[in-house]
């Protein structure tokens, strides 16, 4: 098989708070075109490492490149980062006063106010019926949808500018199994048909059963493994032992065998 190329490259990251070190010397790539899951414990900085890759974190030391954009040291430009990107955040965080629409339509706002508002209204549509949304719903407020649709209106909005890579942060959490399954779906669907990246960081052992071409084990404030996770599996790290050789990783690899997935 070809080698794939690298869309995200981190070196020697560096992430530091008052005394706190978060990341020190941490390495990472990506692959194009792969569901990445990002694991660790709790507080290990897997939201920081999210943060930082997409310029929103201005780390100590270190360089990260996206798509051959330099984000830090810093030299692309917000606007330049932002064209090729769609981020989901943990709280989905919809616009409460605004519509469906409304929100899907806030990023080509932002960045193309050239567009008038048919195409606007248009591209709206369009990326909802992608998220697995019916058209009724770009006229509802958030607060009429349910945890699960609020999600794909997010991932809608993620997706209005064309990105070629999405940041999931624990986009599954707060769903129902079976909603956490139809999610999976959709991004592995995004995946195949669109050609996206996916930076996934999640605790949702379904969710990296299911999805994930790759996994990425964050401890020690390093990436300490990232491959697939078979391989993971058998790394013996005390951490991935308690997190896939317990009660609740051996039931999620068993699901996934008893579904037939590889
Ligand atoms: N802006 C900030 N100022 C100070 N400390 C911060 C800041 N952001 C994150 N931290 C600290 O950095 C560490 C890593 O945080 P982060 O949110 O990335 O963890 P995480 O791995 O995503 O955790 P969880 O799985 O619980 O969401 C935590 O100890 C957190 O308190």
């Known amino acids: 098989?070809?080698?794939?190329?690298?869309?995200?490259?981190?070196?020697?990251?560096?992430?530091?708070?008052?005394?706190?070190?978060?990341?020190?010397?941490?390495?990472?790539?990506?692959?194009?075109?792969?569901?990445?899951?990002?694991?660790?414990?709790?507080?290990?900085?897997?939201?920081?490492?999210?943060?930082?890759?997409?310029?929103?974190?201005?780390?100590?030391?270190?360089?990260?490149?996206?798509?051959?954009?330099?984000?830090?040291?810093?030299?692309?430009?917000?606007?330049?980062?932002?064209?090729?990107?769609?981020?989901?955040?943990?709280?989905?965080?919809?616009?409460?006063?605004?519509?469906?629409?409304?929100?899907?339509?806030?990023?080509?706002?932002?960045?193309?106010?050239?567009?008038?508002?048919?195409?606007?209204?248009?591209?709206?549509?369009?990326?909802?019926?992608?998220?697995?949304?019916?058209?009724?719903?770009g006229g509802k407020m958030p607060s009429e949808l349910s945890g699960g649709m609020r999600k794909r209106v997010a991932l809608a909005r993620a997706m209005a500018l064309d990105p070629r890579i999405l940041f999931l942060d624990e986009p599954t959490a707060g769903l129902d199994p079976i909603g956490a399954a139809r999610f999976d779906e959709l991004i592995i669907s995004l995946k195949e048909n669109l050609g996206l990246t996916i930076f996934m960081v999640t605790h949702d052992l379904d969710s990296l059963n299911r999805a994930c071409d790759r996994v990425a084990v964050l401890a020690e404030k390093k990436v300490i493994v990232n491959a697939s996770l078979d391989e993971v599996r058998?790394?013996?790290?005390?951490?991935?032992?308690?997190y896939f050789g317990g009660p609740r990783g051996r039931a999620a690899a068993g699901a996934n065998l008893a579904s037939g997935a590889a």
């Open 1 to 137: 098989m070809a080698e794939q190329k690298n869309v995200i490259e981190v070196r020697d990251l560096k992430n530091q708070f008052g005394k706190q070190v978060v990341h020190d010397d941490l390495d990472l790539d990506v692959r194009e075109r792969e569901i990445l899951g990002v694991v660790g414990g709790s507080g290990t900085g897997k939201s920081v490492l999210l943060r930082s890759i997409v310029g929103l974190q201005t780390p100590k030391d270190g360089q990260i490149h996206v798509l051959g954009r330099q984000i830090f040291p810093r030299k692309a430009t917000a606007r330049e980062i932002n064209e090729d990107i769609g981020i989901l955040f943990q709280d989905g965080a919809l616009f409460s006063s605004m519509t469906v629409s409304e929100n899907v339509m806030a990023p080509l706002r932002e960045h193309h106010p050239e567009i008038g508002d048919q195409l606007a209204q248009e591209i709206a549509g369009m990326k909802l019926s992608l998220s697995g949304l019916s058209e009724g719903v």
């Open 234 to 242: 058998r790394s013996n790290h005390p951490w991935i032992g308690e």
